[in-house]
């Protein structure tokens, strides 16, 4: 059974047996993704102890992240930001064989990924936080897709230890090499850039399968938003404040207020062209 729903789940044909025999939520995996280093861990454990599939543990890292796709990621990514310049794009925006190749890759990596789920769990999915550049393929794939969009302060990004994304993505998206003198503030421009186009790609294709979650409310009102998480998901037989504990506020959150500069930061501020302001972030000073 199991071998069988992993072969078909990625198919249309997969996706509407599920429907016609009651099990919607096959054919709509929750993906969460990010900039790396948002918070994605925090929501995906809580995702698992509500009892939602995401991986076996085997196949994730110590950030529940789930490893059967980052051969995929590594591969493909920089092919699609070499075309589009963007994460907003469409399928047709690649040349059809990039894209035929893409998707092909894509359903053998889904299969792998669902070779092990429980077959009574069906409420399934998985986070990686590098699935955000790959929104029109997983629409692509399962048109009733959900998304959780976690969001951190994109300065708080930019002085973080976690630079995977800026080093791996960022010639790519821009068409330039890593600027190598000021680091902070490139790392910035694509914060903005990747979150910004997640932002748009939400609004203007997903509609209600798009949710965003921010970091720092996460930590602060648990409660208020681990219910948005569960409504958004269709979780009823477990209440929020059983998993409110697992939310936990990093000593980090907020650490541009000391590592930045005002220079620094009002540049950023200037780079965001916008962005900031979209999730809400406030242009605070930083001590002199």
């Not at 959900?146 to 010639?171: E, L, T």
């Not at 748009?200 to 996460?218: A, C, I, M, S």
């Not at 506020?249 to 620094?264: C, I, V």
Request: net charge neutral.
């Amino acid at each position: 059974m199991v071998n069988i729903s992993a072969r078909l789940l990625p198919t249309a044909f997969g996706q509407s047996i599920a429907r016609l025999i009651g099990r919607t939520n096959l054919a709509m995996p929750v993906v969460v993704g990010a900039t790396g280093g948002s918070g994605t861990r925090a929501v995906q454990q809580m995702l698992a102890e509500a009892g939602l599939y995401l991986g076996l543990a085997g196949d994730l890292n110590h950030a529940g992240d789930a490893m059967n796709f980052e051969p995929f990621l590594d591969r493909y990514i920089n092919q699609i930001l070499s075309h589009t310049r963007c994460l907003d794009y469409r399928l047709d925006d690649l040349p059809v064989a990039m894209a035929q190749e893409i998707g092909r890759e894509f359903s053998r990596v889904l299969h792998c990924h669902l070779m092990t789920r429980p077959a009574a769990v069906w409420n399934w999915g998985w986070k990686n936080p590098r699935s955000m550049y790959l929104l029109p393929f997983i629409q692509a794939q399962f048109p009733t897709f959900r998304f959780i969009h976690v969001v951190r302060d994109g300065r708080d990004m930019a002085v973080s230890g976690n630079q995977n994304q800026y080093m791996k993505h960022y010639a790519a998206a821009f068409g330039a090499e890593l600027p190598g003198d000021d680091n902070a503030i490139a790392s910035f421009r694509l914060w903005c850039k990747a979150n910004g186009d997640v932002a748009r790609y939400g609004r203007e294709v997903l509609g209600t399968r798009y949710l965003r979650v921010r970091l720092e409310d996460y930590v602060e009102n648990p409660i208020v938003e681990i219910t948005r998480i569960l409504e958004f998901v269709g979780v009823k037989d477990i209440e929020s404040t059983d998993l409110a504990s697992l939310a936990h506020r990093p000593d980090s959150l907020g650490r541009w207020r000391r590592e930045l500069t005002p220079d620094k930061a009002a540049k950023m501020q200037t780079v965001s062209a916008g962005v900031l302001d979209l999730f809400g972030y406030e242009n605070a000073t930083v001590k002199g």
